[in-house]
């Protein structure tokens, strides 16, 4: 039967990468015989400027019928001034709590090919193999109370609340155990339980799930320790598992390991395993429409979207290949590139999907 994928580009860079993954799965349909239908979609500043919500009720039709969703980014220095209820990555956050896409994977792969972008020295981060699994609906980023107040005296106050239920905390233990046990089943969890109840509360049940994965080897840390750590000695970790807030912060100092931020490709869950799939970078204003940014986290994110939601693992292995060649090939958008580094050239985001494409082909 046709998958339906839905196809969100959003602001900024998003619409130029997002061309360039449409290029892969054009060419999956075309020579691999993929079946897939494509439909395009309106999220972020893109969906307010057009219906005036940043997740409106055109697009939650769309996700909801969708077997998977492909999505560029959100925001713009346009929207910066906007009531934050329909800013734009308030529709992000919108469809992944709509779509209850509780389980976010960022996986942090160092390619050997660009050890040398990474800022970190070479032997620090070759064979580098993470994945950040990062609680996705709740946590600070949705608990309530939350709004910016006036106290008695007069002074403004802003406040937000960090809570996890025990329930919201197993599923993403879960998740978590059944990756650590298709990897290395080495476990770490992020907290900070020795300041927040609420993780300790985490901490507990995180232990209490482990006893179902008695293979697993489960440590747990601090996440003021875990951001050292990672820039320490990052090949000590397998996967992690973490809240909301904290896997936002940690996951974008893992992906800087492997080079470039341009580089990364995530998953969000659900729990059937109906996903939306994004780069982990962001919007990029300051690059928009040159031609510059680097569209291999998005058709990395197609690669995971065959692999986890459309039953497709050979065609992800192709893409995955298809990338590496053309690193091999030395091909570097601007955010890989290192000036000097023989064999290698500079290009730009449509050449580089183009070379994805030639090499998924040959
Ligand atoms: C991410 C982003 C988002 C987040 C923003 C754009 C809302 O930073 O996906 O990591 O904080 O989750
Ligand atoms: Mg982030």
């Known amino acids: 039967m046709t998958q339906i994928i839905l196809v969100l580009p959003g602001d900024g860079i998003g619409k130029e990468i997002i061309a360039e993954a449409i ?9 691999f015989g993929l ?18 919500h940043p997740y409106p009720p055109s697009t939650q039709a769309q996700a909801k019928v969708a077997d998977a969703i492909l999505l560029g980014a959100v925001g713009g220095y346009q929207y910066d001034d906007l ?15 709509d779509l209850e896409l509780f389980s976010n994977l960022r996986p ?10 990474s800022s970190l020295k070479a032997e620090v981060v070759a064979g580098l193999d993470i994945m950040i699994v990062r609680e996705l609906t709740g946590g600070i980023y949705f608990g309530e109370p939350r709004g910016i ?3 008695d005296n007069g002074e403004k106050q802003g406040y937000n609340t960090l809570v996890y239920k025990e329930s919201e905390i197993e599923r993403i233990a879960h998740s978590a155990f059944k990756i650590a046990m298709k990897r290395d089943k080495r476990l770490c969890s992020v907290g900070k339980s020795n300041v927040l109840e609420v993780m300790e509360l985490w901490d507990e049940v995180v232990e209490r799930v482990g006893k179902e994965y008695p293979e697993v080897e489960l440590s747990h840390m601090y996440v003021d320790n875990a951001a050292m750590q990672l820039v320490k000695a ?18 974008d100092a893992a992906a800087m390991l492997t080079g470039s931020i341009g580089m990364l490709p995530s998953a969000s869950l659900d729990k059937k395993g109906k996903g939306m799939y994004e780069p982990i ?5 300051d690059i928009e429409g040159k031609n510059l940014a680097n569209p291999l986290a998005t058709i990395m994110s197609v690669s995971m979207m065959l692999r986890y939601s459309l039953n497709q693992e050979s ?20 955010d890989i590139y290192v000036d000097g580094v023989a064999g290698t050239t500079l290009v730009s985001t449509s050449e580089i999907g183009d070379a994805v494409v030639a090499a998924l082909k040959s």
């Open 315 to 334: 065609l992800a292995q192709k893409i995955d290949s298809a990338v590496e060649t053309v690193l091999k090939q030395g091909l570097r958008t601007a």
């Open 108 to 117: 942090a792969i160092l390619n050997e090919e660009l050890a040398g972008a």
């Open 149 to 151: 107040r006036t106290l």
């Open 83 to 97: 009531p934050r209820d329909v800013r734009p990555e308030r529709g992000l956050l919108g469809i992944r709590a």
């Open 35 to 52: 079946d897939v239908e494509i439909t395009n979609g309106l999220i972020g500043g893109a969906a307010y400027d057009a219906e005036g």
């Open 234 to 251: 990052p090949k000590q970790f397998d996967v992690m598992v973490t809240g909301n807030m904290f896997g936002d912060i940690l996951s």
């Open 281 to 285: 970078h962001g919007s990029a204003p």
């Open 23 to 31: 290029k892969v799965i054009d060419a999956l349909k075309s020579d």
